[in-house]
Nanobody, 122 residues
Framework: QVQLVESGGGLVQAGGSLRLSCPAS????????IGWFRHAPGKEREILAA????????YYADSVKDRFTVSRDDLKNTVWLQMNSLQPEDTGVYYC???????????????WGQGTQVTVSS
């Protein structure tokens, strides 16, 4: 199993930036891909970005492709989500989750963190 704990959320004004972190622990952490999801009020949970551990391959949703960057540090077993040019519609609870491979749908991810709130004010 992989244990995940998100941090770095908070309140930011529109146009601002935040950096979320997702340190992972557990066995064979290097074998997992990590995805970042957002659950906005009144909407379904959606994937934002994902990264594989070994190959460094990444995936981005169209809505964040030019604003968000996912990265990882193999030695620290940590994945980050750098979020720039935040807008009020980016408000929601942000989760990281693990999967054996990069995947686009939440049902393909096995282990989830507890989430961190991001609120963007206008």
């Amino acid at each position: 199993q992989v244990q995940l704990v998100e941090s770095g959320g908070g309140l930011v004004q529109a146009g601002g930036s935040l950096r979320l972190s997702c340190p992972a622990s557990g066995r064979t952490v290097s074998s997992y891909a990590i995805g970042w999801f957002r659950h906005a009020p009144g909407k379904e949970r959606e994937i934002l970005a994902a990264i594989s551990w070994r190959a460094g391959s990444t995936y981005y949703a169209d809505s964040v492709k030019d604003r968000f960057t996912v990265s990882r540090d193999d030695l620290k077993n940590t994945v980050w989500l750098q979020m720039n040019s935040l807008q009020p519609e980016d408000t929601g609870v942000y989760y990281c989750a693990s999967s054996l491979i990069i995947a686009k749908y939440d049902f393909e991810y096995d282990e989830w963190g507890q989430g961190t709130q991001v609120t963007v004010s206008s």
